[in-house]
């Protein structure tokens, strides 16, 4: 199937200028809401002013360039909670919807790379017909051997309080630590800290060699008071802090149906106080769960954290996280970890980077290595899509990507970097591009669609006939599931 012929406001261009748009506002009302975490992106005319690098033998570049600059992300509670609303018959709400989070929620295909470093890899596709394509950048870390990996200290932080009463909450989060704690080695170490009204400390720092003990601590976990989340958090983190250990991973673990009521709940001085920890190299991982779910508070605590923000809202997906998931992503391949793309104007007219808009930075922020970027673990994709509006009969270099990172322990800065040639464009998305290509476009139309009613010029049947013909081609559960929920977003329309 193609797309629709262009029209006024409708297909790739429109999904330029709406992907700057939506997305990151969320339902946070106070005067005392924190500013995006991230430096805002440097503005067009600003972009076209630095220089380009030097490209193939037979490539003609000029000495502009256009430049595109984040922090990675391997967050994906964005498509967790937003799967759950689509399940439960509600359309979700636009704010909350983070198309990145959606992409880097499916499974990719990328090589992995030999050592701790990443695998760049960049390819795309034309849209038939017009001078207009996606890009995909995806990059990669090597997966570890939980056998070899280094010893943890995770301090878990419980909320408690009324609102986890409800079923799928503090019931799933025990049973979850229960399982974790079976699946941890004996070099390990745990503590776990409850609050509600305040902070308890039910087991300060303890090796797996005493799980009994720490089981014990998990049954100790009872309902009751409000959500004090500064409490919780400022005493997990003195537990970790307490118990630094230089050779292991910290990391704080907080557990939340993340809606403060507490305490300090001006977002800035949570903000504030994660980000200090994380300068002490004491990372933080946010688990959300339950109907009502403080999204947006969440993910900034993330980000600022150092860590990632995830959704569950099931036994299996919880199950699945910390037995499956955590062992295995516990270490980090990467500190501060940035992409920056470089667009050869020569070929681009234009470039969309389809989400991470709380994640931008400036062009001089990339080898800025005292500017912060995003800690990615062993085994982790992140992918980034780009809509491009390309000259017509161009050919040449589109684009050169490349990653930064500081290794965990050294600091020490390194990079990769990959390229993409017009020639390498498959001809036709739907009819040539790789399966996985074509899945990450539907992923990220899908998001974008339930954010702003518009997705590369295509509606909701359209996106339900590319899910039906990609999920038996893939065989991948789950395409599957997303063909279920854009079904269900159908019958709520």
């Given at each position: 199937?193609?797309?629709?012929?262009?029209?006024?406001?409708?297909?790739?261009?429109?999904?330029?200028?709406?992907?700057?748009?939506?997305?990151?506002?969320?339902n946070a009302t106070s005067a005392d809401r924190p500013a995006p975490a991230r430096q805002p992106a440097v503005p067009e005319s600003q972009r076209s002013a630095s220089p380009a690098p030097s490209a193939g033998e037979e490539d003609e570049e000029t000495t502009t360039a256009q430049i595109s600059t984040f922090a990675l992300d391997v967050d994906t509670a964005s498509y967790g909670y937003a799967r759950r609303a689509l399940q439960e018959g509600r359309w979700p709400a636009?704010?909350?919807?983070?198309?990145?989070?959606?992409?880097?929620?499916?499974?990719?295909?990328?090589?992995?790379?030999?050592?701790?470093?990443?695998?760049?890899?960049?390819?795309?596709?034309?849209?038939?017909?017009?001078?207009?394509?996606?890009?995909?950048?995806?990059?990669?870390?090597?997966?570890?051997?939980?056998?070899?990996?280094?010893?943890?200290?995770?301090?878990?932080?419980?909320?408690?309080?009324?609102?986890?009463?409800?079923?799928?909450?503090?019931?799933?989060?025990?049973?979850?630590?229960?399982?974790?704690?079976?699946?941890?080695?004996?070099?390990?170490?745990?503590?776990?800290?409850?609050?509600?009204?305040?902070?308890?400390?039910?087991?300060?720092?303890?090796?797996?060699?005493?799980?009994?003990?720490?089981?014990?601590?998990?049954?100790?976990?009872?309902?009751?008071?409000?959500?004090?989340?500064?409490?919780?958090?400022?005493?997990?983190?003195?537990?970790?802090?307490?118990?630094?250990?230089?050779?292991?991973?910290?990391?704080?673990?907080?557990?939340?149906?993340?809606?403060?009521?507490?305490?300090?709940?001006?977002?800035?001085?949570?903000?504030?106080?994660?980000?200090?920890?994380?300068?002490?190299?004491?990372?933080?991982?946010?688990?959300?769960?339950?109907?009502?779910?403080?999204?947006?508070?969440?993910?900034?605590?993330?980000?600022?954290?150092?860590?990632?923000?995830?959704?569950?809202?099931?036994?299996?997906?919880?199950?699945?996280?910390?037995?499956?998931?955590?062992?295995?992503?516990?270490?980090?391949?990467?500190?501060?970890?940035?992409?920056?793309?470089?667009?050869?104007?020569?070929?681009?007219?234009?470039?969309?980077?389809?989400?991470?808009?709380?994640?931008?930075?400036?062009?001089?922020?990339?080898?800025?290595?005292?500017?912060?970027?995003?800690?990615?673990?062993?085994?982790?994709?992140?992918?980034?899509?780009?809509?491009?509006?390309?000259?017509?009969?161009?050919?040449?270099?589109?684009?050169?990507?490349?990653?930064?990172?500081?290794?965990?322990?050294?600091?020490?800065?390194?990079?990769?970097?990959?390229?993409?040639?017009?020639?390498?464009?498959?001809?036709?998305?739907?009819?040539?591009?790789?399966?996985?290509?074509?899945?990450?476009?539907?992923?990220?139309?899908?998001?974008?669609?339930?954010?702003?009613?518009?997705?590369?010029?295509?509606?909701?049947?359209?996106?339900?006939?590319?899910?039906?013909?990609?999920?038996?081609?893939?065989?991948?559960?789950?395409?599957?599931?997303?063909?279920?929920?854009?079904?269900?977003?159908?019958?709520?329309?």
């Amino acid at each position: 199937m193609k797309f629709r012929p262009m029209a006024a406001s409708i297909g790739l261009i429109a999904l330029l200028g709406l992907a700057a748009c939506g997305g990151a506002g969320g339902n946070a009302t106070s005067a005392d809401r924190p500013a995006p975490a991230r430096q805002p992106a440097v503005p067009e005319s600003q972009r076209s002013a630095s220089p380009a690098p030097s490209a193939g033998e037979e490539d003609e570049e000029t000495t502009t360039a256009q430049i595109s600059t984040f922090a990675l992300d391997v967050d994906t509670a964005s498509y967790g909670y937003a799967r759950r609303a689509l399940q439960e018959g509600r359309w979700p709400a636009p704010g909350e919807i983070r198309p990145e989070e959606w992409v880097n929620a499916f499974r990719q295909d990328y090589a992995q790379p030999p050592d701790d470093g990443f695998t760049v890899h960049v390819d795309g596709a034309r849209l038939p017909g017009r001078d207009e394509a996606v890009m995909r950048v995806g990059l990669q870390t090597r997966a570890s051997d939980p056998a070899a990996r280094r010893p943890a200290n995770l301090t878990f932080v419980v909320d408690v309080s009324g609102s986890m009463a409800e079923p799928g909450r503090l019931d799933l989060v025990k049973a979850a630590l229960h399982k974790l704690l079976d699946q941890l080695a004996p070099g390990d170490q745990v503590s776990i800290v409850s609050f509600s009204d305040g902070a308890d400390v039910l087991a300060t720092m303890t090796p797996l060699t005493a799980r009994d003990e720490l089981r014990a601590a998990v049954d100790e976990l009872e309902i009751g008071g409000g959500t004090n989340l500064e409490a919780g958090l400022v005493a997990g983190y003195q537990e970790a802090a307490k118990a630094f250990r230089p050779a292991a991973t910290n990391r704080v673990i907080v557990l939340s149906d993340g809606l403060a009521n507490q305490g300090d709940t001006r977002w800035q001085s949570l903000l504030d106080q994660v980000k200090d920890y994380a300068g002490k190299q004491v990372t933080l991982l946010t688990v959300g769960v339950g109907r009502e779910y403080g999204d947006e508070l969440m993910e900034q605590l993330a980000d600022n954290g150092d860590g990632m923000a995830v959704y569950v809202s099931t036994q299996e997906e919880a199950d699945k996280l910390f037995t499956t998931q955590l062992p295995a992503t516990i270490e980090l391949r990467a500190r501060d970890a940035k992409a920056q793309v470089v667009f050869n104007p020569s070929v681009v007219e234009r470039h969309r980077l389809i989400g991470y808009e709380n994640r931008e930075l400036a062009a001089e922020d990339f080898r800025d290595d005292a500017r912060d970027g995003g800690e990615i673990g062993p085994g982790h994709s992140v992918t980034a899509l780009y809509a491009l509006e390309l000259k017509p009969g161009a050919r040449g270099q589109l684009a050169q990507a490349t990653v930064r990172w500081q290794d965990p322990d050294t600091r020490e800065a390194s990079e990769a970097s990959g390229t993409l040639r017009s020639g390498d464009l498959a001809e036709g998305l739907w009819a040539d591009a790789p399966p996985r290509l074509q899945v990450d476009v539907l992923v990220a139309a899908f998001a974008v669609y339930l954010r702003d009613k518009e997705a590369f010029g295509m509606d909701l049947p359209e996106l339900a006939e590319q899910a039906g013909r990609l999920a038996p081609a893939t065989e991948d559960p789950m395409v599957s599931e997303l063909a279920t929920l854009i079904e269900k977003a159908r019958s709520v329309a």
